[in-house]
């Protein structure tokens, strides 16, 4: 992982794909993001051999609901 990038994020445990483009990805789920921070999104298992992964960084990040299990996060991050 490059030494920039500040969270290894999973998807499908900690955010899900609701939309993706070839310049941006839409997220959502439980993790909290901080616009301007640095991702590494993470696709697959997790296990190295068998995962992929991409850098983005978090354009927009805002709570949109709230439930017994706590907030759930949406929004935007820009390929890099």
């Not at 696709?43 to 709570?63: D, L, N, P």
Request: net charge positive.
């Amino acid at each position: 992982m490059d030494r920039s990038v500040g969270r290894r994020i999973v998807v499908g445990k900690e955010v899900r794909v609701t939309h993706e483009s070839a310049d941006d990805v839409y997220l959502e789920g439980a993790a909290r993001l901080c616009p301007g921070q640095q991702i590494e999104l993470i696709f697959g298992s997790g296990a190295a051999s068998s995962s992929s992964h991409r850098i983005a960084c978090v354009v927009s990040w805002e709570i949109f609901e709230l439930g017994k299990n706590g907030p759930k996060y949406r929004g935007i991050c820009r390929w890099q």
